[in-house]
């Protein structure tokens, strides 16, 4: 069959795309504004990408177009459409779906599904999960939201049956607090294996308003935390605890949910109606938590130590993150001694804390190394977190954030107020404000002289230059290419 992918360099259509081509389908696809790594990754599996949504290029004739939740029905300033191939696809009734369905239908059918959800650290979470049953032997399929630098991949089929990891499989000895529904007999049946996936709450396309993750139709869901966010789609965070809620109803009961003991938000989801077994973590009272730092701790089993987890990953998030993919695995398995074993090789996603440079600046070649990251923070949730677990690292060396209000939630300004607060441990803050149609420099008054704005990346830049200094740690924030700054800054200053 020969697809062709609207919106093909999204992280998730790009997975799907990685999929298709694995499973022997012609995969082409077509987008705007392409940027690594998902172009990189496209192109290395042989992906022929075009810029733009042409009409013209109805005149591949694919058996089926699959289209991206990118894609709209909107119009310019000038009356003509913004996607004219969509247009050209309805006029001529072409056959269409959107991913979640395609995906539903081609890979996920019959599998054992593992879904990752939550509001932050889905990506990094469903790569923790992924590379702890890969250490154990499942060969799980996945698609993560990013590129997972175990794998160098975003998604693969995987292979072998849900039998085949005798290690574990067979009756595996209960632990203390085990119940006889901890890994009940359903979970051994032969079927085409495990497939972990990131599960997004954004909504399916523009003729699907129901939220990714309801096509999944998990045996073992994963709440990892709920906040508001998507201000673009939803009203408030009522209506997104509405669409958890859905997810929750495709669980069977011989399922797993195993949510953060943390979130009112996620308790409420559940008080509207539950049918699976529950496994929280987070809380001294969960069935999981930790004891120790966020780079080396116990996991306790019902306030018993199971496991311990020595790593180089940092912040508290990171810890309820993996915590979050251990009593994920425990549902298949997978021991928490095993899979805490596998989180001590596990080497994070690309764009989070990814650092790009660690070296002296060209003024001063024999002062301390200047390091730049590049991490994909944008909620002020998630920008706070990653700020909290840099400080932990670098103690009390100057941290300088770079970011760019760019998710649709940040351009709306919905959460602007909570700029300050998520900055609160920087030492200087300097946003890009292009395409903003509120005042950043107004909102991040609170910070005084700490922060600077501009509309230009080439201004940040210039910004950043003239206040850095030996020892720095330049922290990049974005869940879009940024134009380029990171580059432009290693170019400039190292």
């Known amino acids: 069959m020969h697809i062709h992918i609207l919106g093909i360099c999204g992280t998730f259509m790009g997975g799907l795309a990685a999929l298709a081509r694995e499973a022997g389908h012609r995969v082409t696809g077509c987008d705007a504004g392409v940027y690594p790594p998902m172009s990189d990754q496209l192109r290395a599996l042989g992906i022929d990408l075009i810029e733009g949504f042409g009409a013209d290029q109805l005149d591949l004739a694919p058996d ?107 009756e595996p000895a209960k632990r203390a607090g085990d119940t006889e529904q901890s890994h009940p007999p359903s979970h051994r049946r ?94 001294a009272v969960s069935d999981f938590s930790a004891d120790g730092e966020p780079h080396d701790f116990a996991v306790l089993h019902r306030g018993q130590p199971v496991a311990r987890v020595q790593w180089s990953l940092g912040g508290v998030h990171n810890q309820l993150n993996a915590l979050a993919a251990i009593a994920a695995a425990d549902h298949v398995g997978v021991p928490a001694d095993v899979a805490a074993q596998a ?43 990653t700020v909290n677990g840099l400080r932990r690292r670098v103690g009390t060396a100057r941290i300088l954030a770079v970011f760019e209000a760019r998710s649709n939630t940040m351009k709306l300004g919905a959460m602007k107020a909570q700029l300050p607060w998520s900055l609160e441990e920087t030492d200087l803050a300097f946003c890009h404000t292009g395409g903003l149609d509120w005042d950043a420099a107004q909102a991040l008054a609170p910070m005084g002289s700490r922060a600077q704005v501009a509309n230009q990346v080439d201004a940040v830049v210039a910004q950043v230059l003239a206040t850095v200094q030996p020892g720095d740690h330049i922290l990049c924030m974005s869940n879009g290419g940024f134009g380029g700054i990171h580059q432009k800054l290693r170019a400039a200053l190292v």
């Open 64 to 170: 089926l177009f699959v289209v991206g939740n990118v894609v709209s029905r909107a119009r310019l300033a000038d009356g003509t459409p913004k996607f004219p191939l969509m247009e050209a696809i309805l006029n001529t009734g072409a056959a269409y779906t959107s991913g979640p369905q395609w995906l539903a239908e081609h890979v996920l059918q019959g599998r054992h599904v593992l879904a990752v959800a939550g509001t932050h650290g889905k990506t990094t979470t469903t790569a923790m999960l992924t590379w702890i049953l890969e250490c154990a032997g499942l060969q799980p399929g996945f698609l993560v939201g990013g590129v997972p630098m175990n794998f160098d991949v975003s998604a693969r089929l995987g292979g072998g049956a849900v039998e085949g990891f005798a290690q574990v499989k067979e």
């Open 190 to 283: 032969p079927n085409a294996g495990y497939f972990v996936i990131e599960a997004d709450e954004y909504d399916t396309a523009f003729f699907d308003k129901r939220s990714k993750f309801v096509h999944y139709r998990p045996r073992t869901a994963v709440l990892n935390n709920l906040e508001f966010d998507h201000a673009d789609i939803f009203d408030n965070l009522a209506a997104i605890e509405r669409q958890f809620h859905h997810l929750v109803r495709t669980v069977p009961s011989t399922g797993r949910i195993v949510t953060n003991g943390l979130e009112e938000s996620l308790a409420r989801v559940l008080h509207q109606g539950c049918w699976s077994e529950v496994r929280s973590f987070g809380t």
């Open 343 to 385: 989180l001590a090789s596990f080497e994070n996603v690309k764009r989070r804390m990814e650092i790009l440079a660690h070296a002296p600046l060209k003024t001063a070649p024999d002062a301390a190394a200047v390091t730049i990251y590049d991490d994909f923070a944008h909620h002020p949730t998630a920008i706070r977190t």
